[in-house]
């Protein structure tokens, strides 16, 4: 099972940005897709941006389109989230996941159902 390191969050004032980074500990070409997810106190789990491994095609919920920008460096193994004009309604845990079940990247690569492996998140805080 991949191991998944996040970093790079903390506090923020709206408007503010921040670089989201998850390290794995193999190739993330072995998973056709990542994705960065968060959870706010109290709420589910939503899939925030993802991205097609092989194909670099990018997946973004609506919420941070626009705003939020996901990246590979496939050399390093590793994974980014730019977020940009953050917002207080931004302030989540984040993490990170691999080992896609689904055979190819596609919209359901924002689904928290389509990944095996977790990392243990990292703390955005935005305030107003």
């Known amino acids: 099972q991949v191991q998944l390191v996040e970093s790079g969050g903390g506090s923020v004032q709206a408007g503010g940005s921040l670089r989201l980074s998850c390290s794995a500990s193999?190739?993330?070409?072995?998973?056709?897709?990542m994705g960065w997810f968060r959870q706010a106190p109290g709420k589910e789990r939503e899939g925030v941006a993802a991205?097609?491994?092989?194909?670099?095609?990018?997946y973004y919920a609506d919420s941070v389109k626009g705003r939020f920008t996901i990246s590979q460096d496939s050399a390093k193994n590793t994974v980014y989230l730019q977020m940009n004009s953050l917002k207080p309604e931004d302030t989540a845990m984040y993490y990170c996941?691999?080992?896609?079940?689904?055979?190819?990247?596609?919209?359901?690569?924002?689904?928290?159902?389509?990944?095996?492996?977790w990392g243990p998140g990292t703390l955005v805080t935005v305030s107003s």
């Open positions: 991205i097609g491994t092989n194909d670099l095609t990018t």
């Open positions: 193999r190739y993330i070409y072995l998973s056709n897709c």
């Open positions: 996941a691999a080992e896609s079940r689904a055979p190819d990247s596609g919209s359901w690569c924002l689904a928290s159902g389509t990944y095996g492996s």
